[in-house]
């Protein structure tokens, strides 16, 4: 099921450099988002834009904090050096708690606002949902599509936070990714794994509304498990290729940015917390 809010205020942010932009636009960003997928009318993209705002505000106040304590208390590991697997896992988990707490605090708005649908949102919603799976298919239908696809990503991620990587770092993170490819194929099976519990679930009141909430809690409950099984081993390898070969290879200038920019994203979020 495509993720119709954004739970994922957190991790937006910490992949922006306007964060307190994220932050105040979030609300809108998020209801413009569930009416691309469900055709909202005018009354329930109001209140669905009303509870956001509720629900965001606490996150922002109770989660954002504990984000920020976070990247703190790692930047002194990462000065001193102590870049290893057990670390790295460490926080990866770290980032998954925080997506599925963050999540929690838009269940409720969800489930409601998933009673309100009626039927010819529902079949909206399917429609457009299985046109990102047939452009998912067709972006990543061959071995290089997927790795190009794959690579944007991850070094657009990487150079967030350390900034521009040389040409043997391009090699080493595409030799990475050849050898361990990312499971595209797997995931668009789960979103249609996925969409189809939703839509089946419509079926009965409390069966949806369980749904929503479980999904809210646990979004990984939804997943093929045969996807969720290949996206970890990915994880699992991406963690030792970091740890015991990129960080190596790693500038004195790229780990200098990595510091700067855990204090600086933690300030940020820091800001956005404290904001009346």
């Keep these: 099921m495509k993720k119709i809010f954004l739970f ?21 960003t998020a209801v413009s988002r569930a009416d691309k997928y469900f055709d909202l009318t005018s009354a329930q993209e109001k209140e669905l834009k009303k509870d956001l705002q509720q629900d965001i505000n606490r996150l922002r106040k109770e989660l954002l904090p504990e984000v920020a304590k976070s990247l703190r208390e790692l930047e002194p590991e990462i000065k001193n050096g102590h870049m290893n697997p057990a670390l790295l896992a460490k926080n990866f988990m770290l980032v998954q708690d925080y997506l599925k707490k963050g999540a929690a605090y838009f269940k409720n708005t969800a489930a409601k606002t998933a009673a309100q649908l009626k039927k010819d949102q529902f079949t909206y919603f399917a429609t457009k949902v299985r046109a990102d799976i047939e452009e998912s298919k067709q972006d990543n239908d061959t071995a290089d599509k997927a790795l190009r696809t794959t ?27 050849k ?25 009965n009141p409390e069966a949806l509304k369980k749904f929503v909430l479980d999904y809210y809690t646990d979004y990984e409950s939804s997943r093929l498990p045969e996807f ?36 600086a994203r933690a300030e940020d979020l820091e800001k956005i917390a404290q904001r009346p």
């Design 8 to 28: 994922a205020l957190i991790l937006a942010s910490l992949g922006c450099s306007r964060l307190d932009m994220v932050a105040r636009w979030a609300d809108v």
């Design 151 to 177: 690579y944007k990503r991850y070094r657009r991620s990487v150079e967030f936070w350390i900034g521009g990587i040389s040409a043997k770092q391009q090699e080493e993170l595409e030799s990475f990714l």
């Design 179 to 203: 050898a361990h490819p990312y499971p595209w194929d797997l995931q668009n099976k789960s979103r249609e794994y996925s969409l189809k519990l939703f839509l089946d679930s419509r079926q």
């Design 228 to 263: 969720t099984d290949a996206l970890n081993a990915h994880k699992y390898a991406f963690q030792i290729f970091l740890a015991e070969k990129f960080w190596k290879g790693l500038s004195p200038e790229q780990k200098e940015n990595l510091q700067e920019n855990l204090i």
